[in-house]
């Protein structure tokens, strides 16, 4: 079974600094999708960004980048230039790439504080 | 455009209760998702909804049920309610791609459950 592992149950960062968030999975699959999502204080999961396996190029949206490492089977997420609004739950999820196949497996969070 | 939306938002109820929860996709979406969390873990798949029917299900017992109506809006239900069902419940909907195989869930503000 595919299992997310997020090693660092707390972070903390400087505003306008820059931060990683860790994220190793497990799986045989070789087709699948990593997710991270952010979940604020209003409980709302909200999608950050997404990397599709098949893709070499690792996804950037604004200041939220991936490393993705398909060998290593690792998905960091680094945000740069931090904000306030940045605080919140980070989780990384998984799901694979089968049609049939349409459970999201998620990590059991990282909690972000923003320093001002 | 409204986004993924749950009703109540709050719920309290007593062992060998039963209760019924809410969700409206996001406009144009057709599958939903149903995720249970408990405090301090990442969500956990219950089931996913697609044509009314159920279309896959995670590791939950037959006590959650759920239903999927012909707007796509969806209910989750749960019999005999046991202490360790308290937790925020995460409706997620999504657009299949039938091309691509693929969806992105977009997530609803939950419903957290209590149950004394």
């Known amino acids: 079974a595919q299992t997310v592992t997020q090693s660092q149950p707390e972070m903390s960062v400087q505003e306008a600094e820059t931060v990683t968030l860790s994220c190793t999975y497990d799986?045989?699959?070789?087709?699948?999708?990593l997710f991270w999502y952010k979940q604020p204080p209003s409980r709302q999961m909200i999608l950050v960004i997404r990397q599709e396996a098949y893709k070499q190029q690792n996804a950037t949206e604004n200041r939220f980048s991936v490393n993705f490492q398909k060998a290593a089977k690792s998905f960091s997420l680094k945000i740069s230039d931090s904000q306030l609004g940045d605080a919140a739950m980070y989780f990384c999820?998984?799901?694979?790439?089968?049609?049939?196949?349409?459970?999201?497996?998620f990590g059991a969070g990282t909690r972000l504080t923003v320093k001002p | 455009d409204a986004g993924v939306t749950q009703s109540p938002t709050h719920l309290i109820k007593t062992r060998g209760q039963q209760v019924t929860l809410r969700c409206s996709p996001k406009?144009?979406?057709?599958?939903v998702s149903w995720y249970q969390q408990a405090l301090g873990q990442g969500p956990q798949f219950i089931f996913q909804?697609?044509?009314?029917?159920?279309?896959q299900r995670g590791n939950f017992p037959d006590r959650f049920s759920g239903h999927q109506y012909p707007n796509y809006s969806s209910e989750l239900n749960v019999n005999a309610l046991l202490l360790g069902d308290s937790a925020l419940y995460l409706c997620?909907?999504?657009?299949?791609?039938?091309?691509?195989?693929?969806?992105?869930?977009?997530f609803g503000p939950g419903t957290r459950l209590l149950v004394l």
């Open positions: 999820a998984y799901r694979s790439g089968g049609l049939n196949n349409n459970d999201m497996r």
């Open positions: 799986t045989s699959e070789s087709d699948y999708y």
């Open positions: 997620a909907s999504s657009l299949w791609d039938r091309g691509r195989g693929r969806a992105t869930q977009y």
């Open positions: 406009s144009g979406h057709d599958t």
């Open positions: 909804y697609y044509e009314e029917e159920e279309r």
